[in-house]
């Protein structure tokens, strides 16, 4: 948490006044900035990188910038799994944000199948009961809704 933050506040303190000379900087540029500088300075960090990468992907899907999103939150999912292993509640969380973009994309089945891995997961590793088991379903629920009303949750 502590290199997290230090992270983006320099990443912030790049973008104040005293440093851009008065220009105006947008969140898009920080966000450029920001995702350039994970590779560089996070190299030796794994968890860490993949921390800042899915943190950094969510923002830009939540700001709608999709292809910006989604280098940084498959690169997540493959940091967390070749540091953490299959089956980390942190893979976990990272499928489901890939999950979310891609279902925003509109490629419902690669959603489905991501959300499917992102529940076994959760599930597995956080039991039943967890919220984030729970966000995962609603999700894929929403998204199987959509798609046909009769299926169901459990394969």
Do not use: C, W
């Not at 320099?10 to 966000?31: D, K, Y």
């Not at 994309?105 to 991501?114: K, S």
Request: aromatic share 4%; charged share 30%; no cysteine.
């Amino acid at each position: 948490a502590n290199e997290v933050t230090k992270f983006l506040v320099e990443l912030f303190e790049q973008s104040s006044p005293s440093e851009t000379r008065g220009s105006t900087v947008t969140a898009r540029e920080i966000l450029d900035r920001g995702a350039a500088r994970i590779d560089t300075e996070l190299g030796d960090q794994p968890e860490l990188q993949a921390t800042m990468m899915d943190t950094m992907g969510r923002v830009y899907r939540s700001l709608g910038l999709y292809a910006s999103a989604r280098p940084l939150l498959e690169r997540a999912v493959e940091l967390r799994r070749k540091t953490l292993g299959g089956s980390h509640p942190d893979v976990g969380a990272s499928l489901h944000q890939l999950a979310v973009l891609t279902h925003g994309e509109g490629d419902r089945e690669t959603a489905e199948r991501l959300y499917r891995e992102a529940l076994d997961i959760r599930r597995r590793t956080l039991g039943e009961n967890h919220p984030d088991v729970a966000e995962t379903y609603s999700d894929l629920g929403e998204l199987l809704r959509l798609v046909e009303p009769q299926v169901t949750l459990h394969d």
